[in-house]
């Protein structure tokens, strides 16, 4: 499956941003999906999860109740909300997949990567 990540830009602190993730060679519904991070000099983290039924879901006490990740299985397309957005929130932003199971929360548990989108927020 090959994904794509977009929506990622220059937001202030506070505001919001929505990221989409359009999957195209293979149906999504075979696959858990999440979206993960990496700041510079950081290693990359899972911010999000869903389950491929989309009735699981996964947030690190550091984005609970600030991020809300979605998925529309019709459309190949997962989403993640990102509101009361913080500088340290600034990171590139990947979504991935792996294989429908146990929704990953490390990234080593995903099969799959796409680009990044950067997200900057400015305080």
């Known amino acids: 499956v090959q994904l794509q990540a977009f929506g990622g830009g220059l937001v202030q602190a506070g505001g919001s941003l929505r990221l989409s993730c359009a999957a195209s060679?293979?149906?999504?519904?075979?696959?858990?999906m999440g979206w993960a991070r990496q700041a510079p000099g950081k290693a990359r983290e899972v911010v999000a999860a869903i389950s491929w039924i989309g009735g699981s879901t996964y947030y690190p006490d550091s984005v609970k109740g600030r991020f809300t990740i979605s998925r529309d299985n019709a459309k190949n397309t997962v989403y993640l909300q990102m509101n009361s957005l913080k500088p340290e929130d600034t990171a590139v932003y990947y979504c991935s997949a792996r294989r429908a199971g146990e929704i990953g929360v490390r990234p080593y548990e995903y099969d799959y990567w796409g680009q990044g989108t950067l997200v900057t927020v400015s305080s």
């Open positions: 060679g293979r149906s999504l519904t075979s696959y858990d």
